[in-house]
């Protein structure tokens, strides 16, 4: 009895063991949101993990405002691969508008406030991978 109890604890550790390197390889792989293989920063990497769970639903994959959810939102969400009107927001404003959302910023209200549901190390990730969206456009496109 206790051989089978012990078995079975060992069971689950190495399905433990198993599925946390599984999912650090996936994490090593990421590619940017373009399908290039670059290498994101640490930072990036969580940015990508929180905004693929939270964002991407209206903001779409890419940030091109293409979620499944956008079109039900009677006001869609910008590009965020627009490079041009992209650059003219700063770090700063963009982390006042994933805390606040569009009621503190005098826009959509359809765009949640983040302030509540992450710590600001994670609304400063969500910067740093939101940035990486208006960068490829040059090459992909050809125009800026
Ligand atoms: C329910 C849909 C929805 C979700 C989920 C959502 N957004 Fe938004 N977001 C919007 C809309 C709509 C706007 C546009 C507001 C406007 O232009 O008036 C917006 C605007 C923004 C802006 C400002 C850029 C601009 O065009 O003014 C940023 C930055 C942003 N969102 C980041 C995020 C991040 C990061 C997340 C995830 C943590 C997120 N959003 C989740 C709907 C959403």
């Excluded at 949101?33 to 930072?43: A, I, M």
Aim: with cysteine; aromatic share 12%; charged share 20%.
């Amino acid at each position: 009895m206790t051989f089978i109890k012990f078995s079975v604890v060992l069971v689950t550790i190495s399905l433990i063991l198993f599925s946390c390197a599984d999912s650090n390889r996936q994490r090593k792989n990421l590619s940017d949101p373009f399908g290039n293989n670059v290498s994101l920063t640490y930072e990036q990497r969580q940015g990508k993990h929180l905004y693929t769970k939270y964002c991407s639903v209206c903001h779409g994959e890419s940030g091109k405002g293409d979620g499944f959810n956008a079109y039900n939102l009677e006001i869609r969400p910008k590009n965020l691969s627009d490079s041009i009107y992209m650059k003219s927001f700063s770090d700063e404003q963009l982390f006042e508008a994933i805390a606040q959302g569009g009621r503190g910023i005098n826009k959509s209200v359809l765009m949640p406030a983040w302030g509540n549901t992450f710590k600001q190390y994670q609304i400063h990730y969500l910067v740093e991978y939101i940035k990486i969206f208006r960068q490829p456009k040059e090459i992909e496109s050809g125009q800026e």
